[in-house]
T-cell receptor
Framework: EAAVTQSPRSKVAVTGGKVTLSCHQTNNHDYMYWYRQDTGHGLRLIHYSYVADSTEKGDIPDGYKASRPSQENFSLILELASLSQTAVYFC????????????FGEGSKLTVL | GQQVQQSPSSLVLQEGENAELQCNFSSTATQLQWFYQSPGGSLVSLLSNPSGTKHTGRLTSTTVTKERRSSLHISSSQTTDSGTYLCAIDRNSAGNKLTFGIGTRVLVRP
């Protein structure tokens, strides 16, 4: 069974603080993604990566950095957290190709106060 | 504007009833996928159907690419089908960079 695990599952951060969300996959997948979900919006792509040591910007990258130190691990970094970054964040992985099935983690609920 | 629009926004069914969910998209899609999000928030891929008709279990998806629309039919609904159904498209073929709709929330009553 494909597995994507995220940590932490829930976090409260202060405005201006640094937040790191971590993702680990055991699927041996090349692609990894970070999405955020807000009420009234569909999931939106923040950053993605198709190979270790390389990341690409998604549709809403501003205010976020990403790091892919290995095939298995993909982190999302908020250097200066802001109220508008309160959301649920999902990590996902997929194999290569158009029809690669997407496997999601359980989500990380971030509240910035 | 919204690239993926889903309708209806919500739906209430009696167990055993059928339902049809709609997805319309404003740009050419090389890929179209349906996902299920449980009430607890976890996301699961249901099927990928960029064109034609596909079946899995009690689910049938029909995508008419040139008309930029897809439907998901749920037959003989069960209470465990309750949740949100999301449609997503990929506008190019280089990986799953999906654009999601807001979803259709389905509640199946016993």
């Amino acid at each position: 069974e494909a597995a994507v695990t995220q940590s932490p599952r829930s976090k409260v951060a202060v405005t201006g603080g640094k937040v790191t969300l971590s993702c680990h996959q055991t699927n041996n997948h090349d692609y990894m993604y970070w999405y955020r979900q807000d009420t009234g919006h569909g999931l939106r792509l923040i950053h993605y990566s198709y190979v270790a040591d390389s990341t690409e910007k998604g549709d809403i990258p501003d205010g976020y950095k990403a790091s892919r130190p290995s095939q298995e691990n993909f982190s999302l970094i908020l250097e200066l957290a802001s109220l508008s970054q309160t959301a649920v964040y999902f990590c996902a992985s997929s194999g290569t190709g158009v029809t690669g099935q997407l496997y999601f983690g359980e989500g990380s609920k971030l509240t910035v106060l | 504007g919204q690239q993926v629009q889903q309708s209806p926004s919500s739906l209430v069914l009696q167990e055993g009833e059928n339902a049809e969910l709609q997805c319309n998209f404003s740009s050419t899609a090389t890929q179209l996928q349906w996902f299920y999000q449980s009430p607890g928030g976890s996301l699961v891929s249901l099927l990928s159907n960029p064109s034609g008709t596909k079946h899995t279990g009690r689910l049938t998806s029909t995508t008419v690419t040139k008309e930029r629309r897809s439907s998901l039919h749920i037959s003989s609904s069960q209470t465990t089908d309750s949740g949100t159904y999301l449609c997503a498209i990929d506008r190019n073929s280089a990986g799953n960079k999906l654009t999601f709709g807001i979803g259709t929330r389905v509640l199946v009553r016993p």
